[in-house]
């Protein structure tokens, strides 16, 4: 019994460090130390009253910071929630909103697009191949030598093959077009070495070429459905239908878009319960990965904001007085790129994360009908409509009938 209350202690001081000490504590000394550098440069009387310098040496001191930085943590744990949304797109002004969704709309066209080029020109490459070997195929006599164009125009395909460069039908059309007449002369009783050379060579451009427009269309269509919710180009209305006014929102649904696309599963419903079955899988560390990638997140939003603090107090302040005009360029450069750097963290960050949530709810969606007792369905049908039976009666107190299973 002792172990098992060492156990519980042992978990609850490592959530307090992974969760308050990392996230919270943590972004605001880096938020003091970098203010304070700053201010010793600015307004050095003031930073002698604060009694920075005395921190290693004076225990009270120590200890009045340690308050202090506690203290703002704490508030900074309270406003998470706040901030978190504020990443995402919500709470700001009305014209902020929209142009931030202009902005994303633009990005899921030129994707879209991109992938549209990729995947027609994979068939268009795919449906020519055979028609393409088949004209360079060399007679029984071998072929002539190529000439010093045909050379040169295959030569420039495999420069772009090995610079993993795009490629598309017209180029390699051409390259077939000065090599083919070779291909059909009458040549020696032996085929030509440097026919041959130059076969392999269009040989292996044609498969780089289908492998380059076929890797580049899955690649954006995975970026398309790891970085915006649903199918925005869907003609049926859907809640999950719709663009957030950031990158760092439109990742963010992505996550009750794969439930309700894949199994119409709501987790706006359902999240809560999702997360206790997994803290209660005792087979399983998937809750503490999701925990910890979640911390992640959590830090580099609370870095990013206390950040854009530190640009809104110190390059007005800065531009203003005109005393420190080295210091204003370091700030009014290196703060602003470092909020980007942040962000761009932030949301690589969370994209791993909702990546890992999608698994789970692949995983962990039967225990969800354990833990109601209720039999899980036999097929893809029939689970898509008891999730939205069940989320029905749970989300919205709709009339539904279930029948449970009794525990043997």
């Not at 833990?371 to 009666?393: A, C, F, H, M, N």
């Amino acid at each position: 019994m002792l172990t098992t209350l060492f156990t519980a202690i042992q978990g609850a001081l490592a959530n307090l460090t992974r969760g308050f000490l990392l996230v919270n504590l943590f972004p605001v000394v880096l938020f003091v130390a970098a203010n304070a550098s700053i201010l010793k440069v600015v307004l050095r009387p003031a930073y002698d009253k604060l009694l920075i310098d005395k921190l290693t040496g004076d225990t009270l001191t120590f200890v009045i910071w340690l308050v202090i930085c506690g203290t703002a943590a704490v508030v900074l744990s309270a406003l998470q929630a706040w901030l978190f949304q504020l990443t995402e797109g919500e709470n700001w002004p009305y014209f902020v909103r929209c142009w931030g969704h202009a902005v994303q709309r633009k990005r899921l066209d030129t994707l879209y697009e991109e992938a549209r080029k990729a995947y027609l020109l994979h068939k268009d490459l795919s449906d020519k191949r055979k028609d393409w070997l088949k004209r360079i195929e060399t007679r029984e006599t071998g072929g002539s030598v190529p000439s010093a164009a045909a050379i040169a125009t295959i030569e420039a395909l495999r420069g772009k093959r090995f610079n993993g460069e795009r490629i598309d039908d017209t180029a390699v059309d051409a390259a077939v077009q000065a090599l083919e007449p070779h291909c059909r002369a009458p040549g020696g009783h032996a085929p030509s070495p440097e026919l041959d050379s130059a076969k392999r060579d269009l040989e292996s451009v044609i498969d780089h070429a289908q492998n380059w427009s076929n890797y580049r269309y899955l690649r954006t269509q995975n970026q398309l459905q790891a970085t915006f919710p649903g199918d925005v180009f869907d003609l049926d209305p859907s809640s999950d239908n719709n663009l957030a006014s950031t990158r760092f929102g439109n990742i963010g649904r992505t996550m009750r878009s794969y439930a309700l696309r894949r199994y119409s599963l709501d987790l706006d419903i359902f999240w809560n319960r999702l997360q206790k079955v997994m803290a209660d899988s005792t087979t399983s560390k998937a809750f503490d990965t999701l925990q910890g990638q979640k911390s992640l997140v959590d830090f580099l939003i609370n870095a990013l904001w206390l950040t854009v603090v530190t640009a809104v107090i110190w390059i007005p302040w800065l531009g203003v007085e005109r005393l420190h005009p080295a210091l204003f360029s370091a700030v009014a450069i290196g703060v602003p790129l470092l909020v980007c750097v942040l962000y761009d963290a932030a949301c690589r960050a969370y994209v791993v994360f909702a990546d890992q949530v999608r698994t789970l709810v692949d995983f962990f969606r039967w225990d969800i009908l354990a833990g109601l007792r209720i039999d899980p369905p036999v097929g893809t049908k029939e689970e898509e409509l008891l999730w939205q039976r069940l989320g029905s009666r749970i989300g919205y107190g709709k009339s539904e009938t279930f029948l449970h299973v009794r525990k043997q």
